[in-house]
């Protein structure tokens, strides 16, 4: 029997960035996304995969790609499917990929449906298959109908060979004069570690020039929780062999030219024969002649960018559905009063150091195998910062900044979601040297609420009521999260947690544009 994964290796990636319906927000990484990974499945001395791209495409399009993706496939085949988009759920719990023309409210019409894309997988004749989802509620790709904590993975996956990676997307807003909008595009933290541990080898943990699908899965997440990202990918496999889906490059794959060859020795012919040359150089000289010294200021100056903060925020939902304004007392560095920035005391000025000519860098020659080579190094008297400051402020002591208390007021947009970050440009510590200032960035959390739970934006909230009441139909009052109780019809015959919607009672939708769903689950008492 041929080695699992030894026939055809295919990728299909999907990624839908814009949407026709304005209940969806756009979304900035996707896209982005899709080429990354796409670049690196494909690089053959990476993963060497043929990488197929589906972008911004209707959801028709998007299923008969994946349909055919997974037809007339050979047993020995790899394939890999990557997902990134909106994730919807409609009234009875059920996954649902969107497309560029997706109905919010028309999902099992106008989205591809999860049950679609496990049917495929269940009649693929390819013994291995790795599905990784980057959207909203992925988690639930394998769960049951009603959200249960349960995965049933053999039912669910039908048969070995399948591998699911999964992250819940998070969403990253920065304020722009008075309105608050995404930042500019960058992958989302699940896909851009997937990226990062393929294309640098970085996730090949266990050093034997593989990757296999385990070791990416650990790699990004350890990534992730390193950062402080409040997501955790899940996995779910049913594998009896290693998938094996990338291997680690070779360092010549870099992008810049190996030391040593032409530009090596067109480099030694420049060197001035007439300054004297050390009689012992080691390696780390060569590459300091190439690649620039480690450990060097990357220029002249004193003067350098504060750095940036992140400030948490634990936020009850009704706050997030409402807006507000928090204010946070924060320790920091301000703009020296007395010098301005200046450094230098009243009345004095820095003086340039004459050694390095205020470069702040001075040239040595040094002899290696390659002949005598001119290296960069740091500026000893003034120790790399081309300036002497004689007379510095005595209010901050030459530093440029002062450190002080100060009350930040900082307003939360209605519609935030659990996992947002807020970026406030400039609103950080001034550098060292009176250099320009940091971000300031607020992480939000939704605190656990009693009654409702959220989904994007909508809202569930469960209602105990007798059986004989609800088999003839009846009323019951509904609580709402910000608009008191709602007299609600109840149809007759109604099932355990079977929901009701009720519409525009949900949260409201960061860009103003209406308000989620309320999500009514009647629980039958006895």
């Given at each position: ?60 399009r ?25 994730g ?42 790795v ?7 992925s ?69 034997d020039?593989?990757?296999t ?42 992008d ?92 004095t ?15 040595k ?35 440029g ?8 007021r ?17 609103e ?8 320009p ?90």
């Open positions: 029997m041929a080695e699992p994964g030894s026939g055809s290796r295919d990728a299909l990636l999907i990624a839908t960035d814009t949407y026709d319906d304005g209940a969806f927000r756009p979304l900035r990484s996707p896209g982005q996304d899709c080429a990354g990974l796409a670049r690196a499945l494909a690089d053959p001395a990476i993963g060497g995969f043929r990488a197929e791209q589906v972008k911004d495409a209707p959801a028709h998007v299923m008969r790609a994946v349909e055919r993706f997974f037809r007339d496939r050979s047993r020995d085949d790899l394939l890999l499917l990557h997902l990134s988009c909106h919807i759920k409609d009234d009875e719990g059920h996954l649902h990929f969107a497309a560029r023309d997706t109905d919010r409210d028309l999902p099992a019409s106008t989205a591809m449906p999860a049950a679609f894309l496990r049917g495929q997988l269940e009649r693929c004749r390819a013994r291995t298959v599905v990784l989802l980057d959207c909203c509620y988690g639930a790709f394998l769960t049951g109908a009603k959200g249960d904590d349960q995965v049933h993975l053999r039912e669910e996956l039908a048969g070995s060979g399948r591998v699911v990676l999964t992250a819940t997307s998070r969403t990253e807003y920065a304020w722009e004069g008075e309105r608050l909008e995404a930042a500019a595009p960058q992958p989302s933290r699940f896909t851009g570690a997937l990226i990062e541990g393929l294309a640098t080898g970085a996730a090949d943990l266990d050093g020039g593989r990757i699908v385990t070791e990416l899965y650990d790699y990004v997440y350890e990534s992730l929780h390193r950062a402080g990202v409040r997501q955790r990918p899940r996995m779910w496999a049913d594998v009896e062999y290693q998938v094996v889906l990338a291997r680690v490059p070779p360092p010549e794959h870099a810049h030219e190996p030391v040593g060859g032409a530009s090596a020795a067109a480099g030694a012919d420049r060197v001035d024969e007439s300054v004297p040359a050390a009689e012992n150089t080691d390696f780390s000289d060569i590459m300091d002649a190439f690649f620039g010294a480690a450990g060097t200021p990357p220029g002249p100056g004193r003067s350098r960018r504060g750095t940036d903060a992140t400030l948490p925020l634990d936020l009850d939902l009704e706050d997030m559905a409402r807006g507000t304004v928090e204010e946070f007392v924060i320790d920091t560095a301000v703009l020296c009063p007395a010098c301005s920035g200046g450094l230098a005391a009243a009345g000025t820095l003086e340039k150091c004459r050694d390095c000519d205020g470069t702040g860098q001075v040239m020659v040094k002899r290696s195998f390659l002949g005598q080579v001119r290296t960069s190094a740091a500026c000893g008297p003034c120790k790399g910062l081309g300036t002497f400051l004689p007379h510095p402020c005595p209010t901050c002591d030459g530093d900044r002062v450190r002080t208390r100060r009350t930040l900082v307003r939360i947009p209605a519609g935030i979601g659990d996992g947002s970050r807020i970026r406030l440009a400039d950080g510590e001034v550098g060292p040297g009176g250099g200032p940091a971000d300031l960035y607020v992480d939000v959390t939704q605190r656990p609420h009693p009654r409702f739970t959220r989904e994007g934006d909508d809202l569930h909230v469960h209602v105990l009521l007798p059986p004989e009441q609800v088999a003839g139909g009846t009323t019951a009052f509904v609580p709402t999260l910000i608009d008191g109780e709602k007299l609600v019809r109840i149809p007759a015959g109604m099932r355990d947690d079977q929901a009701l919607r009720l519409r525009n009672l949900g949260m409201t939708r960061l860009e103003g544009q209406g308000r989620g769903d309320l999500f009514v689950h009647v629980d039958l008492d006895g």
